[in-house]
């Protein structure tokens, strides 16, 4: 779960609804940029963040009973190896393609991990030999398959922006990330309130985006259970973004 802490309570953004908050945002990213298989690659956008949300399977409480962000978690390598075998499978199950995209994002993710484990290890090497299959099956080279990737990971990124409310005010820029093109993006608030990217990589001039989150005013829970059932209860709002260039 993402969540937020303001006055109103706790905002929690499902990393479910985080990924079709991505898929919104590559929706308009420029024609240019997108790859022939443009439909798989939205749906790898969209579900690269799924398979999270299991109250059975993760803790989502602090020991004061305080609802955690993802950020506060802390797995562990086989919990962690599991839910990317997870997303992949899922992926996989859909198309060659967008468990590509989904296999290189797991890879910037947990990457590192292959030095803590001998599971996490084999599991990563699968995954390169799984890649490398699967470029030479497209008859694409590796730095062609990765340009594909970065939308996946700059739409990402913006998505996480929005959803912890990152954009600051008085028109200061904020990094995204380096990604598609190469190139480095930024994104900031403009005078009138509405949000705008540099260099500006979307199709059209002016878009909206928006989200579904629910706001608890309980902050603290006696299990998870409780937890579960009060946000199954609580109707959700819809927080809405304007894009200009």
């Not at 398979?51 to 955690?68: A, M, V």
């Not at 990589?201 to 002016?206: H, I, N, P, S």
Request: hydrophobic content about 35%; some cysteine.
């Amino acid at each position: 779960m993402i969540v937020r802490k303001t006055h109103q309570g706790l905002h929690i953004i499902f990393q479910a609804s985080h990924g079709l908050l991505a898929g919104k945002i590559a929706e308009h990213v420029k024609i240019k940029y997108r790859p022939f298989l443009w439909l798989d690659t939205l749906v790898a956008i969209v579900e690269h963040d799924d398979q999270q949300l299991d109250f059975k399977e993760n803790n989502y409480l602090s020991d004061l009973g305080i609802p955690l962000d993802f950020t506060e978690d802390s797995k562990s390598v086989l919990k962690s190896i599991k839910r990317a075998k997870r997303v992949f499978d899922h992926a996989k199950s859909k198309s060659s393609w967008t468990a590509l995209l989904v296999s290189f994002h797991l890879d910037f993710l947990y990457g590192s991990l292959g030095e803590e484990s001998i599971k996490a290890k084999q599991f990563l090497e699968a995954q390169r030999a799984f890649r490398k299959e699967t470029i030479t099956h497209f008859g694409i080279d590796e730095d062609k398959a990765t340009s594909y990737y970065e939308i996946l990971k700059f739409c990402d990124r913006c998505s996480l922006i929005l959803c912890k409310e990152e954009v600051p005010d008085a028109e200061r820029k904020l990094e995204i990330n380096t990604s598609i093109d190469g190139k480095t993006f930024f994104i900031y608030r403009r005078k009138n309130g509405n949000l705008s990217v540099t260099p500006w990589c979307f199709e059209a001039d002016t878009f909206e985006l928006s989200i579904e989150e629910t706001i608890l005013e309980q902050t603290k829970y006696k299990n998870q259970q409780e937890l579960k059932d009060v946000i199954e209860a609580t109707p959700r709002t819809s927080v809405t973004w304007k894009f200009e260039k």
